[in-house]
């Protein structure tokens, strides 16, 4: 495996952080992003990423499945042929992870924030992603 997976841990405002990711990082970087996040979150992060800046508005969409029309694609099921530059994880794919069947990007984007569970998890995704032979890089964002 050559990707790479960037950790950002105990972020405080996780949301508010995806946006600044998506609007400094991977928008002028002419990426596509597959964010990954359960049905419920999905919903938070559309109507987030809807209303959260008025004059910075960021085209995204809820997807079934990568489209490389939509830059910005929130999906609530990975497959094993599911493809993108970057794939950002809001919820835990941990199911996938331990079944040996998450698929393979060239980028993934875990950020995790300051609640316990959430801690937890990333261990669990972190060690999943090391064993699998993705390079790491751990980035502390905020105390903790």
């Not at 995806?18 to 400094?24: D, G, K, V």
């Not at 959260?52 to 094993?80: M, Q, R, Y």
Request: some cysteine; aromatic content about 10%.
């Amino acid at each position: 495996m050559s990707g790479c997976v960037k950790v950002y841990c105990h972020v405080p405002h996780r949301a508010v952080f995806l946006h600044r990711l998506l609007a400094e990082k991977i928008i002028p970087g002419g990426l596509n992003a597959l964010i990954y996040a359960d049905e419920k979150e999905a919903a938070y992060l559309d109507d987030f990423l809807w209303t959260w800046k008025a004059n910075d508005f960021l085209p995204h969409a809820i997807v079934e499945e990568a489209d490389t029309d939509t830059p910005i694609g929130i999906i609530s099921a990975l497959s094993i042929t599911t493809k993108t530059d970057t794939l950002i994880l809001w919820s835990s794919p941990n199911h996938a992870l331990a079944s040996g069947e998450f698929p393979a990007f060239g980028i993934i984007v875990d950020i995790i924030g300051n609640d316990e569970e959430e801690i937890k998890a990333g261990r669990f995704r972190y060690q999943s992603f090391q064993e699998q032979g993705y390079r790491m890089e751990t980035h502390k964002i905020g105390n903790g």
